[in-house]
T-cell receptor, first 110, second 113 residues
Framework: GEDVEQSLFLSVREGDSSVINCTYTDSSSTYLYWYKQEPGAGLQLLTYIFSNMDMKQDQRLTVLLNKKDKHLSLRIADTQTGDSAIYFCAERESNYQLIWGAGTKLIIKP | DAGVTQSPTHLIKTRGQQVTLRCSPKSGHDTVSWYQQALGQGPQFIFQYYEEEERQRGNFPDRFSGHQFPNYSSELNVNALLLGDSALYLC????????????FGSGTRLTVV
């Protein structure tokens, strides 16, 4: 079946940029998403990108999509302690089902 | 504008029992999807309801069933609970045909003992 892969942990210093990477296998994905999950909470949609776009910027967030390599990244500028969370990459299949990565835990060092 | 509301927030059940989880979608949304998230993992798609019918189903046994009501709210039922059913159950609502509008509830934490 289709698969989404992410590294499990990322540690950055407060104020630096964080880059979280994701690879996927379904070349027919139309939408790709980044969600944030804080401890004990549900999933918060951060941003999404349509598959015919290369880049999307939304305030501190920049999403890059390399469709040829099936690689998606999320860059968070000026990382703050409030950005500590687990970040999930997900792709939408043609049947509207979302396929998720296992999540990347972002750790902020003071 | 209320987002997605799920109830209850926490639940403890005994192996073999049955459980019903409830979800009210975001105002204006007509489609409800259910996901299971085990500890330390990403969510797994259970099924999706639209126009009161199950439209898509993930790789879950028939013990998992659901329903959607005319007001678009939904229930997830799990029969003959197993220890492995312990997880966070998430409901997501969306408007059919729109790819950017999946809104998630805070989930129901189910513990099977």
């Amino acid at each position: 079946g289709e698969d989404v892969e992410q590294s499990l942990f990322l540690s950055v210093r407060e104020g630096d940029s964080s880059v979280i990477n994701c690879t996927y296998t379904d070349s027919s994905s139309t939408y790709l998403y980044w969600y944030k999950q804080e401890p004990g909470a549900g999933l918060q949609l951060l941003t999404y990108i349509f598959s015919n776009m290369d880049m999307k910027q939304d305030q501190r967030l920049t999403v890059l999509l390399n469709k040829k390599d099936k690689h998606l990244s999320l860059r968070i500028a000026d990382t703050q302690t409030g950005d500590s969370a687990i970040y999930f990459c997900a792709e939408r299949e043609s049947n509207y089902q979302l396929i998720w990565g296992a999540g990347t835990k972002l750790i902020i060092k003071p | 504008d209320a987002g997605v509301t799920q109830s209850p927030t926490h639940l403890i059940k005994t192996r073999g029992q049955q459980v019903t989880l409830r979800c009210s979608p975001k105002s204006g949304h007509d489609t409800v999807s259910w996901y299971q998230q085990a500890l330390g993992q990403g969510p797994q798609f259970i099924f999706q309801y639209y126009e009161e019918e199950e439209r898509q189903r993930g790789n879950f046994p028939d013990r998992f069933s659901g329903h959607q009501f005319p007001n678009y709210s939904s229930e997830l039922n799990v029969n003959a609970l197993l220890l492995g059913d312990s997880a966070l159950y998430l409901c997501a609502s969306s408007l059919r045909g729109q790819g950017h509008g999946y809104t998630f509830g805070s989930g129901t934490r189910l513990t099977v003992v």
